[in-house]
């Protein structure tokens, strides 16, 4: 179905094309868990940091600005994990999200859209994730390098 709009300058046809919404997500490590932030809108529950893209920023600045509003942490080591695009994953309309992991640091405290945020070992998550995102997290599972720790002192 095709769809058109007046120019705003000459009142012309002009097509209108429906695109996705780029957003992204955020898989922040603080220590050895990671953070889940519970939904004040739905959907409602648990789900990663995240959220739009705005006009004019870069995925890197949404993520930092998204991970700040939603947990109140400070994000460091921000790398891209991947991208998700099935059109179903978002049951509001068809969005692509660039997910990207970081380290965490400050005071874990929901925010913005977010009721809670809290922290969680990845082999304990909430039984049923918002969106895509226990398939994320199984990715991330799966290609996630092994945290390294100093020995144990006697």
């Given at each position: 179905?095709?769809?058109?709009?007046?120019?705003p300058?000459?009142g012309?046809?002009?097509?209108?094309y429906?695109?996705?919404?780029?957003?992204?997500?955020?898989?922040?490590?603080?220590?050895?868990?990671?953070?889940?932030i519970?939904?004040?809108?739905?959907p409602?529950?648990?789900?990663?940091?995240?959220?739009?893209?705005?006009?004019?920023?870069?995925?890197?600045?949404?993520a930092?600005?998204?991970?700040?509003?939603?947990?109140g942490?400070?994000?460091s080591n921000?790398?891209?994990?991947?991208?998700?695009?099935?059109?179903?994953?978002?049951?509001r309309?068809?969005?692509?999200?660039?997910?990207?992991?970081?380290?965490?640091?400050?005071?874990?405290?929901?925010?913005?859209?977010?009721?809670?945020?809290?922290?969680f070992?990845?082999?304990?998550?909430?039984?049923?994730?918002?969106?895509?995102h226990?398939?994320?997290?199984?990715?991330?599972r799966?290609?996630?390098?092994?945290?390294?720790?100093a020995?144990?002192?006697?």
């Open positions: 179905m095709s769809e058109f709009l007046a120019c300058a000459c012309a046809k002009v097509k209108s429906r695109n996705p919404f780029p957003t992204v997500d955020i898989i922040i490590r603080v220590g050895d868990k990671i953070v889940l519970e939904r004040r809108n739905e409602r529950g648990w789900a990663l940091p995240g959220g739009f893209v705005d006009y004019g920023e870069s995925l890197e600045e949404a930092r600005r998204e991970a700040l509003e939603e947990t942490l400070v994000l921000l790398r891209q994990f991947g991208a998700y695009s099935d059109p179903g994953r978002d049951p309309h068809h969005t692509i999200s660039v997910v990207f992991t970081a380290e965490g640091s400050g005071t874990l405290q929901g925010g913005d859209d977010a009721g809670n945020a809290e922290l070992p990845l082999n304990a998550l909430p039984s049923s994730l918002c969106f895509d226990q398939q994320i997290l199984d990715d991330y799966e290609q996630k390098p092994p945290i390294v720790r020995p144990k002192q006697p």
